[in-house]
C-alpha cells in the first residue's frame, strides 16, 4: 500500500461534522451562500443568461438587416441595440463567464476545498448580477447606451450625446469593473496559494496556468479603462475637456485608454478557453498533452505581446507611421504563440485516440472557426488591408470569428464536458449533434458572407441600406444563418434544463479525465485534499481517488470547527498553514447590492439616495472585515499524520497580504493611465503650462509631501506598537498627517488652475482627485483599525488589519509625491 | 513551520526576462516615435531611427542571448518548466522584437 498523509482510520462522526460546516442553506438562505461551487453556478447560469439576452438583440440586428430599407427599428433604437449586444456581450457575458467558470471549477481542479476569499467571490458576482440586470433594463426605457460598445468621444461627448444614455455606460459599466478586478484577485492568491500539496508549478493544470495569466492581465488591463470611464465622465459631469479638442484635449486619449483595456481584453477571454481546451483535449484524445510547457511558454507570451496591439484598432485615426509598424509588427508576433497552442492541440488529438462526443465536435468546430479568424487577424494586421476594411462588415466578420469561434465554442465544450459535475448526467449525445451542426452551420452561414458585404463596402452600424447596392442576398444569407445559430443555442437550453432536472447520479469519472475536479466533490470539496505527485494525477496515480475518499490525504475533517483550507509555498505547493475561511453571510450580497445602486443611482443623478447606496456598501464590506482577522483557540492543528500546520500566517506569507498588494498594483495602473492622461495632453501643448494655468509655490508641494511622508512614518511606529496603547493614536495622528496634505495641495491647485478651462489643468484635477479618493479611504480606514485596537482585535496572530492598511497607507503617500513629481517634471521636460 | 525559501520572484524572472527586454523595446520605441512625432517634441526628418536601430540592437543582443543560455532545456526532455518556458520565450522575444525593428529600415518620417 501507497504511503498516505493519513493512514490511520478516520474517527466516527468526523465526516459529519465536515458535511456540517460546509452545509449549503437550502430555500432562500441559499442565496446567501459564499461556497464556490454555489457562487460558481450561480454566475455562470447568470452570465448564460446575459449571453441569450445579448442574443436576443443580435437577432434583431439581423432581423432588421434581413432586407433593404427595413423599417422594423427606427435608427435611433437601432444604435441602443446594436451598442448594448456588444456591451453585453463582452462586459456582461464573455468576461464574467470565464470568471465565473474559474470559480466553479478552479478550487476543485488544484484541490482546495473554496479559493482563499469566498465573500468577496460572493460580493463580485452580486455586484455583477444586480448592477448587470439594471444596466440590461435601461433599454426598456429607451435610456440605454448608443455610442457603439467602444463608446469613442466626441460622439459620446455631452454635445453629441446630451441624454443619460452614455452616462450609464460609463458608470453602469463600473461595478463590472469592480467585480471582474476581485474576481482577478481571488483568482490569483488561489492559484499561487491553495493548490493540492505537490502540485508544483509545473505539475499545475494548464487551465490554472491560463486563468493565472488572465487574472494578471485584468490587474493591468482594466485599469486604463477605468481611468477612461472616469475621464470621460469627469467630462460629461463637470465639464473638464480631456477629449474635447478646442480646449487642448485629445479623442484620440480616449481611444488609447480604451484600446490598451480592449485589445488585451480579446485574450482575456481566449485563454481561458485555451485553457479549458489543452484541459479537455488530452482527456478526448486519451494522452498527456503534447507540448505541454511549451503551451504555458505560449499562454505566457500571448498575455504579454496582446498588450502592444491596442492601437492596431486605430490604424485610421492618424498616428505616426513608425507607431503603427511597430504594433503591426507585434500584431503579427502574437499569432506565434498562438500557433504553439492551435499546433499543439492537434498533435495531441493526432497523437491520441479521439473519442467521438459532444465535446470532441465542439473543440473540432472551435478549431476551424478560430483558425479562420486568426487568419482575418494577420490580414487586418497589415495597415493598407486594415485602410481598407476599417469599419466595413469585414472587420464584423473577422471579430466574431475570433470570438464566437475563440470563446462559445470552447464554452459550449466546456459545458458538455463538466456539466456531469453538477448532478453526474450528461447532455443527450443525440442532441448536441443537432446543436452542434446548427451552431457551426449557422454561425458560418451567418458570418462568412459578412467578409464579401464588408469587402463590397457595406460600413458597420448602419441601421439600413439602400436595395442598389449589391448587399440584399448576403445579409439575407446572414440573417437565416443567425436565425440557425439561434436555434441551436435554443435547443441546447431545452436540454440542458431538461439535464439538470434529473435525478442526480454519482459523477464519477465519465470522460477519464486526469484533472482532480473528477475526484468525489461534496459541499466541501473532496474528502480529503490530495497529496499530487505528477500533472495528471488521476492517470498516475489509479489509487488517488479512493485514497481520497477514505480520507486518507491532507485535512480529511474540520480541524478548528470551522471552514478551512490548506495554504500552500506558491512553486513548490509545501502546506504552509490552514487557511480559516469566512462561512455564509448575507453582508456581500448587500454590499454588492450597495455597489450597484451607488452607480447606477448616480447616473440618474438621485445624489442622496446613491450616496447612502455607497454607505450601505461601504457598511457591508467593513461588516465583513470586522469578523475576519480574529486568532483562533488553535495555534497548530494536524492537517496530516506526520507533522503540525500553523493556523493562520502573518506578514509576507499570509494570503491577504499578497491581495493587498494585487489591489494595489490595480491601483497604481490606474493612476498611471491618470499620469499617461496628463502627459499625452501636455504633448500636445506648445507651451505647458498652458497660458492662464500655473502650478502652486513649489515650497507648498513639499510641504505636502513632508506631511504624507509624516503620516507613512507615524503608521510605521503604529505596526511596531503592536499591544501598546498608543497604536491608535498613531493612525488617527497619521490621519491628520495626510488630511492637512491633502487640503494644502487642494488650496494650491484651486488658486492657478481652473479644470473646465484647459485639459491640462483638467488632466492635473484628475490627478489630484485620485489621490483625493485615497485621502477618503485612508478616512474610513484609520477609524477602523483605531476600533479594532481599541476592542483588543490586533493581536501577533490577528495583525494583518495593521498590516495591510499600513501598505495601503504608504502606497497613498508613494502616489501623493509621484503626482507632485509627474505634475511638476513634465513642464520642465518640455521646455 | 519553516519553509525552504523558493525565490519565486527570481524563478519569475527567469522565465518571463526576454518578455520584460520585448516590453522595454516596444514602449521605448513607441515612445520615442510618438514624442518625437508632436507638435511639442516634433524633431525635423522623424524619429531619431539610429537610436531605435541602436536599442533594437541590443534587446536582440539581449534575447540571442537568453535563447543561446537556454539552448539545452530545448533538447533536454527532462528540463524542468522554468528553463523550458524561459528558452521558448528567449526564442518568441527574438521573433518579435526582430519583426518590430524591420519598419526602423523600411520607414522614415512621421507621415
Known amino acids: 500500500m501507497r504511503t498516505t498523509p493519513n493512514t490511520a482510520p478516520r474517527p466516527d462522526g468526523e465526516l459529519e461534522k465536515l458535511e456540517e460546516v460546509w452545509r449549503t442553506r437550502r430555500g432562500w438562505r441559499f442565496f446567501s451562500s459564499v461556497n464556490n461551487t454555489n457562487i460558481g453556478l450561480l454566475y455562470i447560469g447568470t452570465a448564460l443568461l446575459f449571453f441569450v439576452l445579448a442574443g436576443v438583440l443580435g437577432l434583431l440586428i439581423r432581423a432588421q438587416l434581413a432586407v433593404p430599407q427595413n423599417t422594423l427599428l427606427g435608427a435611433e433604437t437601432y444604435n441602443q441595440v446594436f451598442t448594448m449586444h456588444g456591451t453585453v456581450m463582452m462586459f456582461l457575458f464573455a468576461i464574467p463567464v470565464v470568471e465565473a467558470i474559474a470559480v466553479y471549477l478552479l478550487p476543485n481542479m488544484l484541490g482546495a476545498r473554496d479559493l482563499p476569499f469566498p465573500r468577496l467571490s460572493a460580493y463580485a458576482y452580486w455586484a455583477y448580477a444586480f448592477g448587470g440586470l439594471a444596466f440590461f433594463c435601461t433599454l426598456f426605457a429607451g435610456l440605454a447606451p448608443d455610442g457603439g460598445w467602444f463608446m469613442y468621444p466626441p460622439l459620446t461627448g455631452t454635445k453629441y450625446s446630451p441624454g443619460l444614455n452614455a452616462d450609464f455606460w460609463l458608470l453602469g459599466i463600473g461595478f463590472i469593473e469592480i467585480s471582474a478586478i476581485a474576481g482577478a484577485i481571488e483568482l490569483i492568491v488561489g492559484i499561487l496559494f491553495t493548490r493540492a500539496p505537490g502540485m508544483t508549478l509545473g505539475r499545475m493544470p494548464v487551465y490554472a496556468w491560463a486563468m493565472l495569466v488572465v487574472a494578471l492581465m485584468i490587474v493591468f488591463a482594466f485599469p486604463a479603462v477605468i481611468a477612461g470611464t472616469a475621464l470621460l465622465e469627469l467630462e460629461r459631469a463637470f465639464d473638464w475637456p480631456f477629449f474635447i479638442a478646442e480646449r487642448g484635449g485629445d479623442p484620440l486619449l480616449w481611444q488609447h485608454l480604451f484600446w490598451f483595456f480592449g485589445h488585451p481584453e480579446v485574450y482575456i477571454i ?135 469561434g475563440g470563446m462559445v465554442f470552447p464554452v459550449f465544450a466546456a459545458l458538455y464536458y463538466w456539466l456531469p459535475l453538477v448532478n453526474g448526467n450528461r447532455l443527450s449525445e443525440v442532441l448536441a449533434r443537432w446543436v452542434f451542426w446548427l451552431m457551426f452551420g449557422g454561425f458560418n452561414l451567418a458570418f462568412f458572407p459578412m467578409h464579401i458585404s464588408g469587402l463590397l463596402g457595406m460600413p458597420r452600424r448602419v441601421y439600413t441600406y439602400g436595395p442598389e447596392l449589391g448587399w440584399n442576398g448576403l445579409n439575407m444569407v446572414s440573417t437565416v444563418g443567425a436565425f440557425l445559430f439561434a436555434a441551436g443555442v435554443g435547443l441546447f437550453a431545452v436540454d440542458a434544463f431538461r439535464t439538470l432536472r434529473r435525478e442526480a447520479r454519482p459523477v464519477g469519472n465519465p470522460w477519464n479525465a486526469p484533472t482532480l475536479e473528477w475526484l468525489g466533490s461534496e459541499d466541501y470539496g473532496n474528502r480529503s485534499i490530495a497529496r499530487v505527485s505528477s500533472h495528471d494525477p488521476l492517470w498516475d496515480e489509479p489509487e488517488l481517488a479512493r485514497e481520497v475518499e477514505e480520507g486518507r490525504h ?180 497619521a490621519l491628520g498627517c495626510a488630511l492637512a496634505s491633502f487640503v494644502l495641495d487642494l488650496q494650491g ?83 | 513551520m519553516k519553509t525552504p ?62 535563447a543561446w543560455r537556454g539552448r539545452g532545456a530545448l533538447r533536454d526532455r527532462q528540463a524542468g518548466l522554468a528553463e523550458r518556458a524561459g528558452a521558448v520565450l528567449a526564442i518568441l522575444a527574438l521573433v518579435a522584437i526582430a519583426w518590430a525593428g524591420l519598419p526602423l529600415l523600411l520607414v522614415s518620417g512621421c507621415a
Request: net charge positive; charged share 10%; aromatic share 10%.
Open chain 2, 5 to 66: 525559501t523558493e525565490h519565486f520572484f527570481r524563478r519569475a524572472l527567469q522565465v518571463t526576462l526576454p518578455l520584460l527586454v520585448w516590453i522595454a523595446h516596444f514602449a521605448f520605441s513607441y515612445g520615442l516615435a510618438a514624442a518625437q512625432c508632436t507638435p511639442a517634441g516634433l524633431r525635423p526628418g522623424g524619429p531619431d531611427r539610429l537610436l531605435l536601430g541602436g536599442v533594437t540592437v541590443t534587446a536582440l543582443a539581449l534575447c540571442a542571448l537568453l
Open chain 1, 749 to 831: 491647485w484651486r488658486a492657478g488652475l481652473d479644470p473646465s478651462a484647459s485639459a491640462w489643468a483638467a488632466a492635473i484635477a484628475a490627478l489630484a482627485g485620485y489621490q483625493g479618493l485615497h485621502i477618503v479611504l485612508l478616512l474610513v480606514l484609520a477609524p477602523y483599525l483605531a476600533l479594532r485596537a481599541w476592542r483588543g482585535h490586533l493581536g501577533p496572530r490577528s495583525r494583518a488589519t495593521l498590516d495591510n492598511i499600513a501598505l495601503v497607507w504608504h502606497y497613498t503617500t508613494l502616489q501623493g509625491i509621484a503626482a507632485v513629481a509627474v505634475v511638476r517634471l513634465m513642464p520642465l521636460v518640455m521646455e
Open chain 1, 270 to 404: 481566449f485563454l481561458p478557453a485555451a485553457g479549458m481546451v489543452s484541459t479537455m483535449i488530452p482527456t478526448i484524445a486519451g494522452t498527456p498533452l503534447v507540448g505541454r510547457r511549451a503551451i504555458i511558454a505560449a499562454l505566457l507570451g500571448v498575455g504579454v505581446l496582446s498588450f502592444g496591439l491596442w492601437a492596431h484598432h486605430m490604424f485610421t485615426a492618424g498616428l505616426g507611421v513608425l507607431e503603427m509598424s511597430f504594433v503591426s509588427a507585434a500584431s503579427m508576433a502574437v499569432a506565434v504563440p498562438t500557433a504553439i497552442q492551435v499546433f499543439a492541440w492537434i498533435a495531441t488529438l493526432w497523437k491520441g485516440k479521439v473519442q467521438r462526443g459532444a465535446p470532441t465536435l465542439f473543440l473540432l468546430g472551435f478549431m476551424f472557426i478560430f483558425v479562420l479568424g486568426g487568419l482575418t487577424g494577420v490580414m487586418v494586421a497589415v495597415i493598407p488591408f486594415d485602410w481598407q476594411v476599417h469599419d466595413t462588415y469585414f472587420i464584423v466578420a473577422h471579430f466574431h470569428y475570433v470570438l464566437i
Open chain 1, 554 to 733: 491532507y485535512l480529511p475533517h474540520s480541524a478548528t470547527g470551522e471552514r478551512e483550507t490548506i495554504a500552500t509555498s506558491p512553486v513548490a505547493a509545501a502546506p504552509r498553514y490552514l487557511l480559516v475561511l469566512p462561512g455564509d453571510s448575507w453582508l456581500p450580497m448587500l454590499a454588492a447590492f450597495g455597489t450597484a445602486a451607488f452607480f447606477l443611482l448616480l447616473t440618474v443623478k438621485l445624489y442622496p439616495l446613491a450616496w447612502a447606496c455607497g454607505l450601505l456598501a461601504v457598511g457591508g464590506v467593513l461588516g465583513w472585515m470586522w469578523g475576519s482577522d480574529r486568532e483562533s483557540a488553535h495555534e497548530t492543528v494536524r492537517a496530516e499524520a506526520s507533522q503540525p500546520l500553523p493556523v493562520g500566517a502573518t506578514g509576507t506569507a499570509s494570503h491577504s497580504w499578497w491581495a493587498t498588494i494585487i489591489m494595489l498594483v490595480v491601483d497604481a495602473s490606474i493612476f498611471a493611465s491618470f499620469a499617461f492622461a496628463y502627459v499625452h495632453v501636455s504633448m500636445r501643448l506648445m507651451v505647458c503650462p498652458p497660458p492662464g494655468a500655473s502650478l502652486p509655490p513649489l515650497t507648498q508641494a513639499l510641504a505636502s509631501c513632508g506631511l504624507l511622508l509624516s503620516g507613512s512614518a507615524l503608521v510605521w511606529l503604529a505596526r511596531r506598537s503592536l499591544g501598546k496603547r498608543r497604536l491608535p493614536w498613531l493612525a488617527l495622528a
